[in-house]
């Protein structure tokens, strides 16, 4: 096995035990980046030196009683997270030259638990898709498969993690942009629930929906980096005051007397057969270890998408109004005030972007308030109330992540609804608040992975990661390594 | 639900967006598809369900205002399309 091909547990025991260094570790992770980011693209911004450098740190703390969680371990920043003197672009021309003064909270704990930052990672532009092709700069490209899409918007993450290019990475999840792109790369994902970590320094897109998850080879691996990063910050108002548990505590690989909630209307038409196949397999295996499945209905599942996109973009086009070119970012002169302001948006923002911002201007204006915006916070109210009557029976809620495998580079950037649909099943956790992991359940006739998706309620990662490991335990589709 | 051409000229405007010729027409298309999509929400009779602006139980967080030392004037004004003498520099608004 390759140093870069090592889970962060894995490599945590070879560290300790002094039969690796850091900056050996380090290094073999660049060299890999090297060989394969020409194909696979997963970082916008590399920093090697930087990566070494803490990389040496990390060695020459080693002799201390007290480890770090993360010390000497390679990880890799989704660029819509700020890095103080590091560029940080949003995968957006308009941010192109910003180089934040400071590090999210998040950054800061990832260094303060002693990890390596080997750069910044591709992400549709202000995290806005569901396939990395929305990047300003570039595609990524699914390590299973070049001619497809890693799935977005944190795709770089995800085919960072999953071709050996860092052992974990933080990403973000807005409406499934960390799950999505963990089922398309075969590695897991985990979004956290609303107000567990930190959005301070986390560029806003959608302020009511936006959570930093993370990206991982394994369960252990996903609860370790969420141990890091969770916990209250004084620097956002909407991060909760609870305690963090030790959330690798939780996995004990015993989910005997659990209730798994199969909900009804997450298995519809357009659902890829072999999608379906899968994870009505895991649900076999997770009643084979003990738990006890149960159907389950969230009846206005139907009517998460629209209201996720009126929602989304009226919060995006209000946090996104920052953007004017007078104290960062792009600035294209105009004949005034007002025009530098049109021209420097019009020129700065991808379509996609600009999309966004129109449907949430529009569904904010005068006229259309009411009729798009209000009703969509209402109809939320009812998506939310299907989750809080489904955890009154159940434990945890199983369905697929996505209702197919990985599409190709091209196959939808001409029709945005149809790219959107990819979230189907991701965005009612966001609107809930609640939390949700992607893993690994099986592989299409294709070879691409299939992701199972295990959400939970409000603050309920323990339950979620314990039913993850166990049935990640009972398998091995997250040993598989892609081709490249 | 179609939008006119007028009626993305408008948002555009609101937006502070310059958009082409091309990218009106483009946009006028794939909103009203994405709105034609969102009327489904009419079906359901919201009258006696209250919005939900966001799922925390959180309302006015405080904490004691202790001052603190700002980022240096130096590192924000770096981002800066244009700053003098200590200031952030704009196209006049009036000459």
């Not at chain 1, 002693?114 to 390590?143: C, Q, R, W, Y």
Request: glycine letters at 8%; proline letters at 7%.
């Amino acid at each position: 096995m390759h140093l870069y091909d090592l889970t962060i547990h894995q490599a945590r025991a070879l560290l300790d035990a002094g039969e690796i260094s850091a900056v050996e570790l380090t290094q073999a992770v660049i060299d890999r980046i090297l060989a394969v980011d020409n194909d696979v693209r997963a970082y916008i911004t590399l920093t090697p030196e930087v990566a070494l450098e803490q990389a040496r740190a990390a060695d020459a703390m080693g002799r201390q009683p007290q480890k770090l969680p993360l010390q000497g371990i390679p990880i890799a920043v989704k660029d819509i997270i700020c890095t103080a003197g590091i560029p940080t672009t949003c995968g957006s021309r308009i941010l192109e030259d910003f180089v934040p003064p400071y590090d999210a909270t998040v950054v800061a704990r990832l260094k303060a638990a002693g990890a390596v930052i080997l750069g910044k990672t591709n992400t549709d532009e202000f995290a806005m898709g569901s396939s990395t092709e929305n990047s300003a700069f570039f595609p990524t490209h699914n390590p299973w498969d070049l001619e497809r899409v890693p799935g977005g918007s944190s795709g770089g993450s995800a085919a960072a993690v999953a071709a050996g290019e860092c052992l974990g990475a933080l990403g973000t999840d807005t409406g499934g942009s960390v799950r999505q792109p963990a089922a398309f790369c075969g590695i897991v994902g985990l979004k956290p629930t609303y107000g567990r970590v930190s959005r301070y320094g986390l560029i806003a897109f959608a302020s009511s929906l936006d959570q930093v998850g993370v990206l991982a080879r394994d369960v252990t691996d996903a609860a370790i980096l969420l141990s890091v990063i969770a916990g209250h910050d004084p620097q956002d108002s909407t991060s909760l005051d609870v305690p963090v548990p030790d959330y690798t505590a939780a996995l004990t690989g015993d989910i005997r007397g659990m209730r798994v909630g199969v909900p009804r209307e997450y298995f519809i038409a357009g659902i890829q057969p072999e999608v379906e196949a899968a994870v009505r397999a895991a649900l076999g295996q997770l009643a084979d270890l003990g738990a006890e499945i149960v159907e389950v209905s969230l009846p206005h599942t139907d009517y998460a998408l629209p209201v996720y996109y009126l929602i989304a973009p009226a919060e995006a086009s209000a946090n996104l109004a920052r953007y004017d070119g007078v104290r960062y970012g792009l600035r294209i002169v105009g004949d005034s005030l007002e025009d530098t302001y049109k021209q420097t948006r019009g020129r700065g923002f991808g379509p996609e972007v600009k999309r966004r911002i129109m449907l949430g201007t529009y569904a904010l204006s005068a006229g259309y308030y009411d009729a798009y915006y209000l009703k969509a916070q209402k109809v939320r109210t009812l998506i939310k109330g299907d989750f809080d009557r489904a955890f009154e029976q159940v434990d945890v809620v199983v369905a697929p992540t996505s209702p197919t495998t990985a599409f190709r580079i091209g196959e939808k950037t001409e029709d945005p609804l149809q790219m959107y649909l990819s979230d189907i099943f991701t965005l009612s956790v966001n609107l809930a608040g609640i939390c949700g992991i992607s893993i690994p359940c099986g592989f299409d006739a294709q070879g691409l992975p299939i992701g199972l998706q295990i959400m939970g309620p409000a603050l309920g990662e323990t339950t979620v990661l314990r039913v993850a490991y166990a049935y990640e335990q009972a398998t091995d589709w997250h040993t598989r390594r892609p081709p490249i | 639900m179609i939008l006119t051409r007028e009626e993305v000229e408008h948002i555009a405007d609101l937006a502070r967006l310059a958009l082409t010729e091309e990218e009106k027409e483009r946009f006028r298309q794939q909103l009203s598809a994405v709105l034609e999509y969102a009327a489904r929400l009419q079906e359901l009779d919201t009258e006696a369900i209250p919005p939900t602006a966001t799922v925390l139980p959180l309302r006015n967080v405080m904490r004691p205002d202790d001052p603190r030392p700002p980022a240096p004037r130096e590192d924000i004004l770096a981002n800066a399309p244009e700053a003098e003498e200590n200031c952030f520099k704009v196209p006049a608004i009036w000459d």
